[in-house]
């Protein structure tokens, strides 16, 4: 699913109000080798992300640091593209009683374009293939496809995000089975359980789904 990766696959990457808002950057820190201690991006926010409660300390680092690394560049041009779309989403997100981080998965799956089209068939913001299009209500037998209607797909796709949640217990386990797939999922972990502790390296699945839930949690760490 997303333009790198995602519920098809698919990359792209955004945050809640105004990137330049949210992410204040020191140049002078981008010059500077990195630490633990030093943050290439700074937060007003002073409670950590449920999606990264229980984390190992070194992942949050590391997610932080490529995150910085792979998605500042483009801040400017997703937020951009997200201007109009944003509080929209967000709307709906927060009528879900839902986490708005959510916000940041459309970042990794479609970049912001409504039109994003994977070569699987996922398609719009969410990256919704038909088959769970359908499940949600969002791709209908008339013909109608409700994924490239912003505010739609947000309520399917969230939707589904909390279903995830509400079944695994946790969010960085939610973020993977959107892309993976629960029953890929839940086959993997009948095999080799895992938990927020054990870190995001010894998550038990593929290569491709452990750089998607760090490009979103990067992100999360970040803002």
């Known amino acids: 699913m997303g333009i790198l ?5 698919h990359t792209a990457q955004v945050p809640t ?8 950057i020191d140049e002078q820190q981008q010059l500077e080798p990195y630490s633990q201690e030093q943050s290439l991006v700074t937060t007003t926010k002073h409670e950590p992300s449920v999606f990264l409660q ?35 989403m967000l709307q709906v997100i927060q009528e879900l009683g839902a986490p708005e981080e959510l916000l940041y998965v459309p970042v990794a799956e479609s970049g912001y374009n ?12 969410w990256q ?8 949600l209500g969002a791709f209908h037998k008339n013909g109608i496809d409700d994924r490239r209607h912003i505010e739609a797909s947000t309520r399917a796709a969230v939707s589904y995000l909390l279903s995830l ?5 946790s969010w960085p386990l939610a973020i993977c089975a959107y892309n993976l797939g629960p029953w890929g999922v839940e086959r993997r972990l009948r095999k080799k359980p895992w938990k927020s502790e054990d870190g995001l390296n010894r998550l038990p699945f593929p290569a491709e789904t452990r750089h998607y839930v760090k490009q979103i949690l990067g992100m999360i760490a970040l803002a």
């Open 128 to 135: 919704l293939m038909p088959r769970t299009a359908v499940e």
């Open 165 to 169: 949640h509400e079944r695994f217990n």
């Open 17 to 24: 109000n105004s990137l330049k808002k949210d992410i204040v």
């Open 114 to 125: 409504p039109y994003a089209l994977s070569p699987a068939g996922a398609f719009g913001l």
């Open 5 to 9: 990766s995602g519920c098809s696959s």
């Open 54 to 88: 229980s984390l190992p300390d070194s992942d949050i680092a590391i997610i932080k640091r490529e995150a910085s690394r792979t998605m500042l560049p483009m801040w400017e041009n997703i937020d951009a593209r997200s201007a109009t779309m944003r509080h929209r």
